[in-house]
Structure formats: C-alpha cells, structure tokens
C-alpha cells in the first residue's frame, strides 16, 4: 500500500509553495454570518501577519456593505 503523504509535505517537495484556508467568509449565506466572518478575519490579523479567506460569487446575490 502506498504511503499517503501531507499535502504540505508534497508541496515542499515538488518546490511549490502551499497555503491552506483559514476560513470561509459564507459559508452560512446571511449577511450576518459573513459579517462575523469578516471581525474573525480581524481576528487573525491581529496574531498572524496573513489571513486567507474564501468567498463566493454565486446564486445567493450581491450582499450589502458591511463595513
């Protein structure tokens, strides 16, 4: 059977850099939640100099501005 290895692991050895998600800003698709996602966003970049969050563009319409 064939060693399964890390994704992070792979990466370095092929010479590619690899980052993973921290969060994703709607997963839950109401402005309240993508709201909280956004201060969790804040949240990171106060311990960490990088944050990475996905979002989508899609059926659920354009949201309001929340900042």
Known sequence: ???LRKKSELAEEVGVPYVENHLFLDDVHTVKHITKQC????EFLMKQPF???IGHVGTQGKKQ???
Do not use: G, S, Y
């Open 65 to 67: 501005q929340l900042f």
């Open 39 to 42: 201060h969790l966003i804040k």
């Open 1 to 3: 059977m064939k060693k």
């Open 51 to 53: 944050c990475i969050a």
